[in-house]
T-cell receptor, first 115, second 113 residues
């Protein structure tokens, strides 16, 4: 069964450094998302992406964050200058279309640790 | 605006007993409702959804959920719990067919032998 993949599984970085989290959504899916989950807490929406542009973003997704779909298969989340509070599990998700199926399929996540 | 409430942080049941994990929601239009399960150090795994149609929806691993429009609830149920069902369960809602999902705080289900 097709699945969303994410790399790396764990990223440790120093405060102020740039990180890029990578995702390969399910092929032929059209909608892409990033969510994050601070340890043991609720899952929070960051950004949605459709037709090569951001369709919605949350207040968390400030100027330090950016997303890109550079080559038609990968979907990346960049944090330009990481803060301690960016430490979390970051999940990529993809959805097929507006006409169904409607569920978002999640990747296994990247655990980001900022020291 | 859309929101989800999972009123119980923890649900404990004995193996073989029925289980219910509660979820209530608020959306401005018709709800798209989902349940996900998360095992330790793993991603979110889709269990079931309600979009339209029958109020009782069946999903993976014997789980089902009942949509109740008047009570704005979407409780997750299983007739006979297994120890392997022990995990963190999230209810999610959105008001469009594609877009941001809003998740509840999660409910930890523990099934004891």
């Amino acid at each position: 069964e097709p699945e969303v993949t994410q790399t790396p599984s764990h990223q440790v970085t120093q405060m102020g450094q740039e990180v890029i989290l990578r995702c390969v959504p399910i092929s032929n899916h059209l909608y892409f998302y990033w969510y994050r989950q601070i340890l043991g807490q609720k899952v929070e929406f960051l950004v949605s992406f459709y037709n090569n542009e951001i369709s919605e973003k949350s207040e968390i997704f400030d100027d330090q964050f950016s997303v890109e779909r550079p080559d038609g298969s990968n979907f990346t989340l960049k944090i330009r200058s990481t803060k301690l509070e960016d430490s979390a599990m970051y999940f990529c998700a993809s959805q097929g279309s507006r006409t169904g199926p409607y569920e978002q399929y999640f990747g296994p996540g990247t655990r980001l640790t900022v020291t | 605006a859309q929101s989800v409430a999972q009123p119980e942080d923890q649900v404990n049941v004995a193996e073989g007993n029925p289980l219910t994990v509660k979820c209530t929601y608020s959306v401005s239009g018709n709800p798209y409702l989902f349940w996900y399960v998360q095992y330790p150090n793993r991603g979110l795994q889709f269990l079931l959804k309600y979009i339209t149609g029958d109020n009782l929806v069946k999903g993976s691993y014997g789980f089902e959920a009942e949509f109740n429009k008047s009570q704005t609830s979407f409780h997750l149920k299983k007739p006979s719990a297994l120890v392997s069902d022990s995990a963190l369960y999230f209810c999610a809602v959105r008001d469009t067919n594609a877009g941001k999902s809003t998740f509840g705080d999660g409910t930890t289900l523990t099934v004891k032998p």
